[in-house]
C-alpha cells in the first residue's frame, strides 16, 4: 500500500516536472560558450569538394609514374604496396559487384574518378590531410586508376583529363535530377 502511494506520488512529480520544463519560457540569448567561431579564410580552406564533372579540380598534374613513388612513401604502410588492403581498405581489384559478397574498392565500386581526388585532397594521408600538392594528388589518383587497369601508366591526369576517365561501376549508380 505504501509502496503503491509512492509510486503514484513519483508519477505526479514527474508530470509536474515535465510540465514546468516544457512550460518554462527561458531561452538563450547568447551563444553558450561552445566552439568558437571561425573566419570566413578558414572554412574556404575546406570547401575544396570536387563533383563529377571536375568543377573546382586545381591546376596541376600527374602520372602513375610519378605517383608510385609517393603511394610508396605515403600510402603503402595503410593500404598495401599495390593498393590491396591492409590496416587501411583496399582500394585496388574487386571485381563482379553481381555477386553475393561483393569486394567494394575504388576500382569496383566508386562511379567518378574525380571522387579519388576529392577523397586523398580532402583526408589523405591519414596523418595529415590537405597535406599534399595538387601535383602530389594527381599522382597518386592516377597511380590508383592505373594499379585498377583503368588508366595507362604514362597517361596524364589534370582537371581536363580526369573528369573523362570512365570508371567501371560509372552506370551502377541511379543517377540524380538536377
Same mark, same amino acid.
Given at each position: 500500500?505504501?509502496?503503491?502511494?509512492?509510486?503514484?506520488?513519483?508519477?505526479?512529480?514527474?508530470?509536474?516536472?515535465? %510540465?514546468?520544463?516544457?512550460?518554462?519560457?527561458?531561452?538563450?540569448?547568447?551563444?553558450?560558450?561552445?566552439?568558437?567561431?571561425?573566419?570566413?579564410?578558414?572554412?574556404? %580552406?575546406?570547401?575544396? /569538394?570536387?563533383?563529377?564533372?571536375?568543377?573546382?579540380?586545381?591546376?596541376?598534374?600527374?602520372?602513375?609514374?610519378?605517383?608510385?613513388?609517393?603511394?610508396?612513401?605515403?600510402?603503402?604502410?595503410?593500404?598495401?604496396?599495390?593498393?590491396?588492403?591492409?590496416?587501411?581498405?583496399?582500394?585496388?581489384?574487386?571485381?563482379?559487384? /553481381?555477386?553475393?559478397?561483393?569486394?567494394?574498392?575504388?576500382?569496383?565500386?566508386?562511379?567518378?574518378?574525380?571522387?579519388?581526388?576529392?577523397?586523398?585532397?580532402?583526408?589523405?594521408?591519414?596523418? %595529415?590531410?590537405?597535406?599534399?600538392?595538387? /601535383?602530389?594528388?594527381? %599522382?597518386?589518383?592516377?597511380?590508383?586508376?592505373?594499379?585498377?587497369?583503368?588508366?595507362?601508366?604514362?597517361?596524364?591526369?589534370?582537371?581536363?583529363?580526369?573528369?573523362?576517365?570512365?570508371?567501371?561501376?560509372?552506370?551502377?549508380?541511379?543517377?540524380?535530377?538536377?
Amino acid at each position: 500500500m505504501v509502496v503503491n502511494q509512492l509510486i503514484k506520488l513519483s508519477v505526479v512529480f514527474i508530470f509536474i516536472g515535465i %510540465a514546468l520544463g516544457c512550460a518554462n519560457s527561458n531561452q538563450v540569448a547568447s551563444p553558450i560558450g561552445l566552439g568558437k567561431s571561425i573566419s570566413e579564410n578558414q572554412i574556404q %580552406a575546406w570547401n575544396i /569538394d570536387i563533383g563529377p564533372s571536375g568543377v573546382g579540380l586545381p591546376a596541376g598534374s600527374g602520372t602513375a609514374i610519378a605517383g608510385e613513388k609517393l603511394f610508396q612513401q605515403e600510402c603503402a604502410s595503410c593500404h598495401g604496396n599495390q593498393g590491396q588492403g591492409g590496416p587501411a581498405n583496399r582500394l585496388v581489384g574487386g571485381g563482379s559487384l /553481381d555477386t553475393s559478397k561483393p569486394v567494394k574498392t575504388v576500382g569496383s565500386f566508386w562511379p567518378y574518378s574525380t571522387t579519388i581526388f576529392d577523397y586523398v585532397k580532402r583526408a589523405m594521408p591519414h596523418q %595529415a590531410p590537405q597535406s599534399l600538392t595538387d /601535383d602530389q594528388v594527381y %599522382a597518386a589518383t592516377a597511380y590508383i586508376l592505373y594499379l585498377n587497369n583503368i588508366i595507362s601508366r604514362d597517361e596524364v591526369m589534370n582537371a581536363k583529363a580526369l573528369p573523362l576517365v570512365k570508371m567501371p561501376n560509372r552506370d551502377g549508380f541511379i543517377p540524380i535530377a538536377h
